[in-house]
């Protein structure tokens, strides 16, 4: 189906402003409509990059877009945020406070070191966040966390990556209804890229994807560092505001192959209440706050935090124990980003490859979506009051 500029300006013209109570047509915030095919491409400008209302007006017009011409039109990562500082730079602002921007006047550190940073982050250019999710232990839930945290930010219109890092039981494949699939190559510049597999506005890579789902991993260290690298440095990411790292659970060397290659712009600590989960969490914390890595831990996520049964939704049952990461991140100064309560519908959802944060109108849902809001709202205050991390060099010893 094929649409027109006209129909894209008069459907935009439902979007209204938050704080000017006029629609984002009248006020000129839409630029450049290109149609190729069902996708639509669009600039929204913004006269400032922290902007509030980025998220929310962007969201706003991929639902009025989806609404008024049908669920084929491809809108969902095609919208892209310009801010006059953004056209300076020579480039456009994905999502506000993007980890690539340069700290303004930064007053330490050597010419030679600035260089370096730059020659850095030509790793992966378009990519504005890089966030790492993690858990002390195994069992937590992590990567479901990890898949409808995604699924919620896409769903804002935010371009999200999800790099499966959980070399060893790599799940995200089942999660997303993409198992079998296969990563096709590209070259590029005389160089392989691999095309990330896409679904429900998500692009993600994972080991998953290139070995059977029933051979079980016999791999060493290196070997699984390797492969991490591969998707880093092979994956053809493209332009994202926030590329998700799915890390295994514990402290590993992947995850300090990961801050070797990438600069991080921040973790998150899964954790379930229980003391034995909570006393594994902390040393998670530890490992990405220590100086030698020095990646600033964005908040704690509690998973399982309660059972509701289907037929008592109002009912609480505190299995694991009641805040316990609630009290967790009061002792450590971190904010607790989100409760997931232990619901039947979670784990369906996982098992039939359609995350629950897909219909953001359910009790679960909602819980995912508040969830990703909080955690975008923790990323985008680290980079307004933080500089940008750097990779970590650990020299042997």
């Given at each position: 189906m094929?649409?027109?500029?006209?129909?894209?300006?008069?459907?935009?013209?439902?979007?209204?402003?938050?704080?000017?109570?006029?629609?984002?047509?009248?006020?000129?915030m839409v630029?450049?409509?290109?149609?190729?095919?069902?996708?639509?491409?669009?600039?929204?400008?913004f006269?400032?990059?922290?902007?509030?209302?980025?998220?929310?007006?962007?969201?706003?017009?991929?639902?009025?877009?989806?609404?008024?011409?049908?669920?084929?039109?491809?809108v969902r990562?095609?919208?892209?945020?310009?801010?006059?500082?953004s056209?300076?730079?020579?480039?456009?602002?994905?999502?506000?406070g993007?980890?690539h921007?340069?700290?303004?006047?930064?007053?330490?550190g050597s010419?030679?070191?600035?260089?370096?940073?730059?020659?850095?982050?030509?790793l992966?250019?378009?990519?504005?966040n890089?966030?790492?999710?993690a858990?002390?232990?195994?069992?937590?839930?992590?990567?479901?966390?990890?898949?409808?945290?995604?699924?919620?930010?896409?769903?804002?219109?935010a371009?999200?990556?999800?790099i499966?890092?959980?070399?060893?039981?790599p799940?995200?494949?089942?999660?997303?209804?993409?198992?079998?699939?296969?990563?096709?190559?590209k070259?590029?510049?005389?160089?392989?890229?691999?095309?990330?597999i896409?679904?429900?506005?998500?692009?993600?890579?994972?080991?998953?994807?290139?070995?059977?789902?029933?051979?079980?991993?016999?791999?060493?260290?290196?070997?699984?560092?390797?492969?991490?690298?591969?998707?880093?440095?092979?994956g053809?990411?493209?332009?994202?505001d926030y590329?998700?790292?799915?890390?295994?659970?514990g402290?590993?060397?992947v995850?300090?192959?990961?801050?070797?290659?990438?600069?991080?712009t921040?973790?998150?600590?899964?954790?379930t209440?229980?003391n034995?989960?909570?006393?594994?969490?902390?040393?998670?914390?530890?490992?990405?706050?220590?100086?030698?890595?020095?990646?600033?831990v964005?908040?704690?996520i509690?998973?399982?935090?309660?059972?509701?049964?289907?037929?008592?939704?109002?009912?609480?049952?505190?299995?694991?124990?009641?805040?316990?990461?609630?009290?967790?991140?009061?002792?450590?100064?971190?904010?607790?980003?989100?409760?997931?309560p232990?619901?039947?519908?979670?784990?369906?959802?996982?098992?039939?490859?359609?995350?629950?944060?897909?219909?953001?109108q359910?009790?679960?849902?909602k819980?995912?979506?508040?969830?990703?809001?909080?955690?975008?709202?923790?990323?985008?205050q680290?980079?307004?009051?933080?500089?940008?991390?750097?990779?970590?060099?650990?020299?042997?010893?």
């Amino acid at each position: 189906m094929s649409y027109t500029n006209q129909q894209i300006i008069n459907t935009l013209r439902h979007v209204k402003h938050p704080e000017h109570q006029q629609d984002i047509v009248s006020l000129g915030m839409v630029d450049d409509i290109r149609i190729e095919g069902n996708q639509v491409f669009f600039n929204l400008l913004f006269k400032k990059d922290n902007d509030p209302f980025i998220a929310s007006i962007r969201k706003a017009c991929v639902q009025a877009l989806e609404k008024e011409l049908g669920g084929d039109v491809a809108v969902r990562g095609n919208i892209e945020v310009k801010t006059p500082q953004s056209k300076q730079q020579g480039g456009s602002q994905k999502q506000s406070g993007g980890q690539h921007k340069k700290a303004p006047q930064q007053q330490s550190g050597s010419q030679q070191q600035q260089k370096g940073q730059a020659k850095e982050e030509e790793l992966l250019p378009g990519v504005k966040n890089i966030i790492a999710i993690a858990s002390g232990k195994g069992g937590v839930g992590k990567s479901t966390i990890a898949a409808n945290v995604a699924v919620a930010m896409a769903k804002t219109g935010a371009r999200v990556g999800l790099i499966d890092a959980d070399i060893f039981g790599p799940s995200i494949p089942k999660m997303f209804n993409v198992e079998g699939q296969r990563p096709y190559v590209k070259k590029v510049e005389d160089k392989d890229l691999i095309t990330p597999i896409e679904q429900y506005g998500v692009r993600m890579l994972s080991i998953g994807f290139f070995i059977n789902p029933e051979d079980a991993l016999v791999w060493r260290g290196p070997m699984a560092t390797n492969a991490l690298r591969q998707m880093i440095h092979q994956g053809k990411w493209g332009e994202l505001d926030y590329l998700l790292i799915d890390l295994p659970p514990g402290t590993s060397d992947v995850h300090l192959t990961l801050v070797q290659e990438l600069p991080v712009t921040g973790a998150t600590i899964v954790s379930t209440p229980q003391n034995v989960a909570l006393a594994d969490a902390v040393k998670g914390i530890r490992m990405f706050t220590q100086e030698k890595i020095n990646v600033p831990v964005l908040g704690l996520i509690e998973n399982m935090s309660w059972f509701t049964p289907a037929e008592l939704p109002e009912n609480k049952y505190y299995i694991f124990g009641k805040e316990g990461c609630q009290k967790l991140a009061e002792k450590e100064n971190l904010p607790l980003l989100g409760q997931i309560p232990i619901v039947q519908s979670i784990m369906q959802a996982g098992e039939d490859g359609r995350p629950s944060a897909l219909d953001d109108q359910t009790q679960t849902g909602k819980a995912f979506h508040e969830l990703a809001q909080n955690l975008i709202k923790a990323i985008d205050q680290r980079n307004q009051n933080q500089d940008p991390t750097q990779r970590v060099h650990i020299k042997n010893q």
